[in-house]
């Protein structure tokens, strides 16, 4: 199985920062991309940004410019450093990785449980 573990999430006012971090780890062969989701009270989950086993990245357009997602492979772990808040990024941030936990077979998604991040504003 596979492991995704969440941290750095919190209270900041706007206009502040804040970094996650997601940690992968059980039995991993290679991990393809790893992103991070959001989800507001009342609506649905949607993509924040992610990044491949090679580095390129894709944002949403609503955080391009104050949002930088990062990896570090030696690791299994992404980080989303996030500048600029808005009280329209308060969520709650799920890490999501494919992973491959066999060599020649297809990877499977994984979820981290959550960590709530809350811009006041």
């Known amino acids: 199985q596979v492991q995704l573990v969440e941290s750095g999430g919190g209270l900041v006012q706007a206009g502040g920062s804040l970094r996650l971090s997601c940690a992968a780890s059980g039995r991993i062969f290679s991990i393809n991309t790893m992103g991070w989701y959001r989800q507001a009270p009342g609506k649905q989950r949607e993509l924040v940004a992610f990044?491949?086993?090679?580095?390129?990245?894709n944002y949403a357009d609503s955080v391009k410019g104050r949002f930088t997602i990062s990896r570090d492979n030696a690791k299994n772990t992404v980080y989303l450093q996030m500048n600029s808040l808005k009280s329209e990024d308060t969520a709650v941030y799920y890490c999501?990785?494919?992973?491959?936990?066999?060599?020649?077979?297809?990877?499977?998604?994984?979820w981290g449980q959550g960590t709530q991040v809350t811009v006041s504003s």
């Open positions: 990044i491949t086993s090679g580095g390129t990245t």
């Open positions: 999501h990785s494919m992973v491959t936990t066999r060599w020649l077979t297809a990877p499977n998604d994984y």
